[in-house]
């Protein structure tokens, strides 16, 4: 609130001081008046919340008011943008890759050469094929697996979609993704072999829940609820991303990768939201996962 309210009298002796929809507003300048010691009432109407006082102290309340916003102008976030959370179309363009590779490779009878060409196989990897870390995230080992990271994928990438665009979001989450692959692979030795789009969909809830956590309002808290989204994000991926069948490092290197990018997205030019510039990075991911079969496929 920028201006102060008219300030008609709701009593012979009572001034109305502040007027807001939001009680959390009404209620950090009634502590204000409190810690001063000055009387004051905070009502509802029904519509808003009503912060009023004694005629004698309306000045020094004023004063006091007009103090602590310049003091603290800068430090306070504004009220969070509403976004209606409806279902996009835009993820599917990234989610079409993983679905063009499953049916590509299941209905090929030379299925399990794919996947030894294009599996994250440590070894492999290691030794300088590095275009295993993309390849491997196309292919999956049954429907069950292709099926729930599809499903989980869609929504985890609406959610974020609403943040971030989806090109910004496809370059980002598949380099992040393939990062994690290469980790995993120096982290679990020559025998480790797999596949499965997860890493890049851990990559995005990683990314999700650190964008979620800079768009939370802070108003000068410094305790843990500042990370609340980042937190539950976490212990999400701890309850779906352990179990047999699953590569536990793959999961957790994708996450924290994605965290890491959502928390440096904040400095990301303005510029990279231009159209021309989500459809270059639209086409570069695409681009990054042909080039990288490409030198599969001719090895």
């Not at 519509?47 to 009023?52: A, F």
């Not at 231009?274 to 990075?281: G, K, S």
Request: proline share 5%; net charge negative; hydrophobic share 50%.
């Amino acid at each position: 609130m920028d201006e102060y309210p008219e300030l008609p009298e709701t009593a012979p002796a009572r001034r109305v001081l502040i007027r807001s929809p939001r009680k959390e507003e009404a209620n950090e300048y009634s502590l204000l008046l409190a810690s001063q010691s000055i009387k004051h009432w905070l009502e509802f109407d029904g519509e808003e919340w009503i912060l009023s006082l004694d005629e004698k102290d309306a000045l020094l309340g004023m004063e006091l008011i007009d103090l602590y916003r310049t003091e603290n102008r800068g430090f306070q976030d504004p009220a969070p943008e509403r976004r209606e959370l409806d279902l996009l179309v835009s993820p599917l363009l990234f989610l079409a890759i993983p679905v063009a590779f499953y049916f590509l490779v299941g209905l090929s009878p030379w299925a399990n050469w794919w996947h030894s060409r294009g599996s994250a196989d440590a070894a492999r990897i290691l030794a300088g094929e590095w275009w295993r870390c993309f390849t491997a995230a196309t292919l999956h080992a049954d429907e069950g697996h292709f099926l729930s990271n599809l499903v989980s994928g869609y929504f985890i990438l609406n959610l974020l979609n609403h943040r971030m665009r989806i090109g910004t979001i496809m370059l980002l989450s598949t380099v992040g993704a393939g990062l994690a692959n290469y980790l995993v692979a120096l982290a679990s030795g020559p025998d480790h072999v797999s596949i499965g789009f997860s890493s890049v969909v851990f990559c995005v809830l990683g990314m999700l829940a650190a964008v979620e956590t800079l768009f939370l309002p802070r108003r000068g808290d410094r305790s843990l609820r500042r990370l609340t989204p980042l937190i539950s994000a976490f212990f999400v991926a701890v309850l779906v991303g352990l179990g047999e069948n699953v590569d536990v490092k793959a999961h957790f290197f994708g996450f924290g990768i994605g965290a890491a990018l959502g928390l440096l997205s904040r400095f990301l030019p303005k510029a990279w939201d231009r159209p021309a510039r989500q459809a270059l990075m639209l086409l570069a991911t695409y681009g990054l996962y042909a080039l990288s079969w490409f030198l599969a496929l001719r090895t």
